[in-house]
């Protein structure tokens, strides 16, 4: 008899922790669940734009390395803040805030949601690490969210980002508004350096692999060569073996980006 309630209190035992166990596992299930669903809806919402946005500023960074940023080095410092003066800079100075801030609307959105639990979305956040790293970056990533948070703007409760008349109108007009611009400026400003060049057809090419990565049959985007003879053998390498090696190993294709065609 005393073995038979034994066998009964340990079937009973065993039946209660295996009960819990399946209903751990399935809150879990649903947890992860929604969790991933958030995220797909989040990204979702945000693709286009990153890749559009992005797709504008590698077209602008490739057609400025083609001309060894000519257009850019010939421009003297602008001594007013007339349209004329600032004519060289704007386009690119915009492409970069419109880039920075559909950036900056994911970040903000996506503040209570785990962006990784989808694939596309772990994918943007590894990219974003490699263009915000030290070595990488072309402005402190504290700047680079102010420069991005200059264009948002509500439009019927969703963000967005400011026009580009609206942002021209806002940069000659406001100092307020235009100190946030000073490193980038500084950039443009010193592309007859061909540190400052490097840096900035670097950074080109992780944007360039974001696009051909997320958009590969690229219905949003257009399927762009690169700008390999334009880089320095210590561009190529800090590429090969800092980028694509250690954030980017799921870019199986990089030799498209560093080795020039014959």
Do not use: C
Not at 110 to 135: C, H, P, W, Y
Not at 220 to 233: C, E, F, S, Y
Request: proline share 3%; hydrophobic share 40%; glycine share 4%.
């Amino acid at each position: 008899m005393t073995t038979s309630w034994l066998d009964l209190l340990g079937a009973g035992l065993s039946g209660g922790i295996v009960v819990k166990s399946l209903d751990y596992i399935y809150q879990e299930y649903l947890r992860r669940s929604k969790a991933k669903k958030s995220a797909k809806d989040l990204v979702d919402r945000h693709i286009d734009p990153i890749l559009k946005s992005s797709d504008e500023l590698v077209g602008k960074i490739r057609s400025l390395s083609q001309s060894d940023f000519t257009d850019l080095n010939k421009a003297q410092r602008p001594s007013d803040f007339s349209f004329e003066a600032w004519a060289p800079y704007l386009d690119i100075i915009y492409l970069f805030a419109q880039f920075w801030s559909w950036i900056q609307i994911l970040r903000i959105e996506g503040l209570f949601v785990n962006i990784g639990a989808d694939e596309r979305g772990k994918k943007l956040l590894i990219f974003f690490r490699a263009l915000e790293s030290t070595k990488t970056r072309l402005v402190a990533r504290s700047w680079q969210r102010a420069v991005g948070e200059t264009l948002l703007k509500s439009n019927q409760n969703a963000l967005g980002t400011l026009t580009y008349p609206e942002f021209v109108d806002s940069f000659l007009s406001k100092e307020e508004f235009r100190r946030w611009y000073k490193p980038l400026i500084s950039v443009l400003e010193n592309l007859n350096h061909t540190r400052e060049r490097q840096r900035l057809m670097t950074y080109g090419v992780i944007i360039h692999t974001l696009i051909d990565t997320l958009d590969k049959e690229h219905l949003i985007t257009r399927d762009r060569p690169g700008w390999a003879n334009k880089l320095t053998k210590k561009s190529k390498r800090s590429l090969r073996y800092r980028i694509f090696r250690i954030y980017l190993p799921f870019v199986r294709n990089y030799k498209r980006y560093i080795e020039a065609k014959n």
